[in-house]
């Protein structure tokens, strides 16, 4: 399958700095990219579609100034986190289809936020 | 109503025992779907898709029912490594995955 990479997989801040999050697509080009937020023993809830090029669309109650989200180029999307509070502290995963476009998705690995 | 619900769970079963889980969902407009399995601090890996007529890969069988909007997972001959959550996901327009809340499995020696 298609190999989405995300990075960095942990990462401990100070309340009110930002954070950027990077999510690659390592053996496949990616005009989509979905990222999604998970709280401790809850689902995955889908925060923005990013596609290549163009702005995000973001879901209802994500703020989009808060969470800015960077599609460039078809194999690079990066979510940042904007004066993060300790309430964003939590699981963000990326995600991408693939070229064959079955309606299958590959995650990245996460990463997990915590803010101080 | 949510548009993927499930059953939490968590579902605490002896090893070899057989199990199963539903899930049902809302959007009638969802096109396919699909069972992801998540361990803890993980990120979701594909366990199948889930088609009408029904499929099977080696112990796990999902079903998707399109009239009462319901898919299932069995799982036979439960392993202590099953021990994950597992997550349906329905398919809407554009590849966007909704997800369900997951069901967590316990496999107990």
């Known amino acids: 399958g298609a190999v989405v990479s995300q990075h960095p997989s942990r990462v401990i801040c100070k309340s009110g700095t930002s954070v950027k999050i990077e999510c690659r697509s390592l053996d496949f080009q990616a005009t989509t990219m979905f990222w999604y937020r998970q709280f401790p023993k809850q689902s995955l809830m889908l925060m923005a579609t990013?596609?290549?090029?163009?702005?995000?669309?973001?879901e209802q109650g994500v703020e989009k100034d808060k969470f800015l989200i960077n599609h460039a180029s078809l194999t690079l999307s990066t979510l940042t986190v904007t004066s993060a509070h300790p309430e964003d502290s939590s699981f963000y995963i990326c995600?991408?289809?693939?070229?064959?476009?079955?309606?299958?998705?590959?995650f990245g690995e996460g990463s997990r936020l915590t803010v101080l | 109503r949510k548009e993927v619900e499930q059953d939490p769970g968590p579902f605490n079963v002896p090893e070899g025992a057989t199990v199963a889980f539903n899930c049902t969902y809302s959007?009638?407009?969802?096109?396919?779907f699909f069972w992801y399995r998540q361990d803890c601090r993980k990120e979701p890996k594909l366990l199948m898709s889930?088609?009408?007529s029904g499929n099977e890969d080696g112990r796990f069988t999902a079903q998707l029912n399109r009239a009462s909007q319901y898919i299932s997972l069995l799982i036979r001959d439960s392993k202590l490594s099953d021990s994950a959550t597992y997550l349906c996901a329905a398919n809407n327009a554009g590849n966007m995955l909704t997800f369900g809340g997951g069901t967590r499995l316990m496999v107990k020696p």
């Open positions: 959007n009638s407009a969802s096109q396919s």
């Open positions: 990013s596609n290549e090029g163009s702005k995000a669309t973001y």
């Open positions: 889930v088609y009408s």
């Open positions: 995600s991408a289809s693939g070229v064959e476009n079955t309606g299958e998705l590959f």
